[in-house]
């Protein structure tokens, strides 16, 4: 059975109130988009993970990403490897709610750390874990740690992340400037590789809030949003013969959904990989949308000749679909939605006409 796609502007939806959950007039509304760098069958992915919150939302306690049933994950990396980088946008409360920007790199921890095992300790209960990473950014001068407790639970991956409160201060473990998460964007290199047979896979992420004011996790607020990833997924673009102008032309292909009323974005710019993926920014913009697809998935966008060498490449992003079936992650948690993974199609390279000289 495929699935029918509807538009959630998901960069927006995050603050307008998704979930409520908890406490009365409690607002909670994480989300969780992953990006893959690859969604070819058996293909080792560089995995890039967005979360969103609210920044007038309740404050996270606690978070677990699920990967897929079906994909393979190596935890074997030595402690000091760079696994990914990381990007992330907090709310100080301290600092009067400023919205404030970390940066750092994914790293692999040493799990003999004394503070690592303090913090693997007070967040799961045990020391010992498949491997450990650390998100390793920056506030205001002061180093900003966060400890990835990873494990293998049966055909599963499990990340699991306690943040401090807010609320309290720091001397009572509460977080540094009062921070809340807002925003975090990181990717995860060299540890995933995607399921061999074709079929749609989910990626889970489970959310509980603090109680507002306290360090006291409120378990009847958890939710869940999940990613789905058809394997394998595909979309291209070439350049066809026109008479006049540019003429791009390709298909997007996920398994186990209908592109039928999709509108792809087209991205353009003077510098290659003008549109974002899921281990690049984008060094473009994106211009126009594409006509709605039909459903064998196929499209045709024209465009005007250029006056310099442009860089054309296609996007599908920002659609969701309503959550079916149990939670990947076995819990029984309600599902808010569900995110479908991006894909960037390959570049094309047109450029200005040459001037026929007269004789």
Not at 32 to 40: A, D, G, N, P, R
Not at 145 to 170: E, H, M, N, R, Y
Not at 240 to 264: D, N, Q
Not at 267 to 284: L, N, R, S
Request: glycine share 10%; with cysteine.
């Amino acid at each position: 059975m495929k699935k029918s796609l509807r538009l959630a502007l998901l960069a927006c939806a995050c603050f307008a109130g998704l979930a409520l959950a908890g406490p009365a007039f409690a607002k909670y509304d994480p989300y969780l988009q992953i990006e893959q760098s690859s969604y070819k069958l058996g293909a080792p992915i560089t995995a890039d993970v967005f979360i969103g919150i609210s920044d007038d939302a309740d404050p996270t306690a606690r978070l677990q990403i699920y990967s897929p049933a079906g994909y393979s994950a190596s935890l074997a990396a030595a402690p000091g490897t760079k696994i990914g980088t990381v990007l992330a946008i907090v709310k100080a409360k301290a600092l009067g709610g400023a919205l404030l920007p970390l940066a750092g790199d994914v790293v692999v921890a040493n799990p003999t750390d004394p503070a690592i095992v303090a913090a693997a300790t007070k967040c799961t209960g045990t020391a010992t874990h498949g491997t450990i990473w650390v998100l390793n950014t920056s506030l205001q001068g002061q180093t900003v740690a966060i400890p990835v407790f990873v494990d293998q639970k049966g055909a599963l991956v499990v990340q699991t992340v306690c943040l401090p409160s807010p609320d309290v201060p720091p001397a009572q473990g509460g977080a540094t400037f009062g921070a809340q998460l807002v925003l975090a964007d990181f990717t995860i290199r060299g540890v995933f590789t995607n399921a061999g047979s074709r079929n749609g896979y989910e990626w889970a992420g489970i959310y509980t809030p603090y109680v507002p004011g306290t360090q006291t996790t409120n378990p009847a607020g958890t939710v869940e949003w999940r990613t789905y990833v058809g394997l394998p997924s595909s979309l291209t673009l070439a350049k066809a013969k026109t008479k006049k102008g540019i003429k791009l032309v390709g298909r997007l292909s996920i398994a186990g959904l209908t592109p039928k009323g999709v509108k792809l974005g087209l991205y353009a710019g003077k510098k290659p990989k003008p549109a974002p993926t899921a281990t690049t920014g984008g060094t473009g913009k994106r211009i126009v949308r594409s006509a709605a697809l039909p459903a064998t998935g196929r499209y045709t966008i024209r465009r005007p000749t250029v006056k310099f060498t442009t860089f054309f490449q296609t996007r599908f992003e920002n659609y969701a679909t309503d959550c079916v079936g149990n939670s990947p992650s076995g819990l029984q948690v309600p599902c808010k939605g569900e995110d479908i993974a991006a894909v960037t199609s390959n570049q094309v390279k047109a450029t200005k006409p040459k001037k026929k000289r007269r004789r």
